[in-house]
């Protein structure tokens, strides 16, 4: 038997599974060789290891990836106005599961007035029992008290939960500047990840009073309200704020040209400024928001999808590796009903409507039909994008996000030739819609496994609610600080 990678020579005759035949891709390259699991964990990477498995899984013709880790979600939320998102631990799990992932890492949400700890509390008690793959938590923190930023914050760090959002916009959420200056200095000297929403709240307030004012109040005005300018005036400050205190951060859910340019010329600079992108970036347009009566609810979210000009810098910025990270931003609220996109009421001005798009289970197969299929991206560059660089930077690495001996048996078996055309009847999540309705793509996820345990079965979602375990996250290595802050050289006179 020629071995690429051997583990253990006792995990040899006691496999439990054994994926046969497939391409196993990681982010060093594509092998041809069977993977060999034990205790739910990668025993061995090996060719002919059919024999050794008590369970064998033919993945000839097949790939096989990283399960994806989804690193934004917004799971059983409670949203900054009280709604609360239509998917729990439950649903989100199962339709992140058929969707090919393995990991989710959603955000424990502080309300202003509640402790850090309340709010891990309360996140802790929505997830057990009812997560069917594991997860993570980043904190948002929206309510920077000394006490929440000098004590409970490395108190959390310390016991795994070591990254956190930031907002620069939203009533209920935003920071200033000072306050961003004093998050960041803790997540410095306390080893942790910020991520950031960069839009700079008082243009999109200006722009939405007048707006208003001119009686425009259908979905498609949360485009204007929300424009380009906002987001790279608000990327470009954020990477100042980050410039001074020396610390790493990472920009979520980029949607423009101009924002990525800043990130772009930071990095020129040598700062390590990191991006996320999500599918709505490549996917949607702002024409979405403009479809008949209220119907362009469905695709507000914040910043909001773009044009095809921008579109195209995204996936440029993806193709070169200016953003690294390929999350879903899952925000589901639903279409009907009063608890959703129309809980202020069925025509709602669009600055009342909950921002937001679903797509925990559509975001794989989108990327890697539209990327992998038509040679935008390599498969190495989808599994860095969907799983690697995620759990490398926020401190999951190498447990989660690679096939290698020694990790989670996180993985997911793909057909690259399934075409499937995305019907919300076909998802998992409990949603009523999903954007991407209609959408042909060429590539599926057809069995999950997490820890070794089969999860999804391709017809099914098999894995029992409560299996999913809570993960704590190691500090990131990425989020070290390099040089000196503006002010160690003040105080040190260099
Ligand atoms: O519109 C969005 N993205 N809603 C979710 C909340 C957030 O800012 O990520
Ligand atoms: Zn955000
Ligand atoms: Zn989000």
């Avoid at 500047?177 to 960069?198: F, Q, W, Y």
């Avoid at 773009?306 to 993806?318: C, G, I, K, P, T």
């Avoid at 999950?448 to 409560?466: A, C, F």
Wanted: aromatic letters at 6%; hydrophobic letters at 40%.
């Amino acid at each position: 038997m020629e071995t690429i990678q051997q583990g253990h020579q006792d995990t040899m005759s006691e496999l439990d599974v054994v994926i046969t035949g497939g391409a196993v891709a990681t982010i060093g390259g594509v092998i041809d060789c069977d993977v060999g699991i034990h205790n739910g964990s990668i025993a061995i990477l090996a060719r002919n290891l059919g024999a050794k498995g008590r369970q064998v899984i033919d993945a000839s013709g097949k790939l096989v990836l990283p399960g994806g880790i989804d690193s934004h979600c917004h799971i059983a939320q409670l949203s900054s106005s009280g709604l609360e998102t239509a998917d729990d631990f439950e649903s989100g799990t199962r339709s992140a599961a058929a969707g090919g992932n393995t990991c989710l890492i959603p955000f424990a949400a502080q309300h202003r007035g509640q402790t850090l700890r309340h709010t891990i509390d309360q996140y802790h008690a929505r997830a057990d029992g009812k997560a069917i793959i594991d997860y993570a938590f980043h904190l948002i923190i929206s309510d920077a008290t000394d006490e929440a930023i000098r004590e409970e914050l490395p108190a959390l760090i310390e016991e795994g939960y070591t990254s956190f959002k930031i907002y620069m916009t939203y009533d209920l959420l935003k920071l200033n500047d000072r306050e961003i200056l004093n998050v960041l200095a803790t997540a410095r000297s306390h080893g942790a990840m910020v991520m950031v929403h960069a839009e700079n709240h008082d243009v999109i307030g200006w722009l939405t009073e007048r707006l208003l004012a001119a009686g425009h109040e259908a979905p498609k005005y949360h485009s204007a309200a929300h424009t380009e300018i906002a987001e790279s005036e608000a990327t470009h400050r954020a990477i100042a704020l980050a410039e001074i205190v020396d610390l790493p951060i990472l920009i979520v859910h980029v949607s423009a040209k101009e924002a990525i340019n800043e990130i772009a010329r930071a990095r020129a600079r040598g700062l390590k400024i990191f991006g996320e992108t999500c599918p709505q970036y490549l996917f949607l347009t702002a024409k979405d928001l403009d479809r008949p009566g209220f119907e362009g609810a469905k695709f507000m979210c914040s910043p909001p999808p773009r044009d095809a000009e921008n579109q195209r810098s995204v996936w440029r910025a993806l193709e070169t590796g200016v953003l690294e990270v390929f999350s879903s931003d899952h925000a589901p609220y639903r279409y009907a009903g009063t608890d959703g996109k129309a809980a202020a009421g069925p025509n709602a001005a669009f600055h009342k409507v909950a921002n937001g798009v679903p797509g925990l289970e559509t975001r794989l197969p989108l990327l890697f039909s539209e990327g992998v299929g038509k040679g935008r991206l390599s498969l190495e560059s989808f599994v860095n994008l969907t799983a690697t660089r995620a759990s490398k930077l926020y401190g999951l690495y190498p447990r989660k996000g690679t096939i290698a001996v020694g990790a989670d048996a996180d993985i997911a078996i793909w057909d690259p030739d399934k075409t499937v055309t995305i019907r919300h009847e076909l998802l998992h999540d409990n949603m009523d819609y999903t954007p991407y309705e209609g959408r042909t793509v060429t590539g599926w996820p057809i069995l999950t496994l997490s820890r070794g345990e089969i999860v999804w079965d391709g017809e099914q979602v098999i894995g029992v609610p409560g299996r999913g375990a809570f993960l704590r996250c190691d500090r990131p290595g990425p989020a070290a600080s390099r040089n000196s802050s503006v002010l160690e050289r003040a105080i040190s006179g260099a």
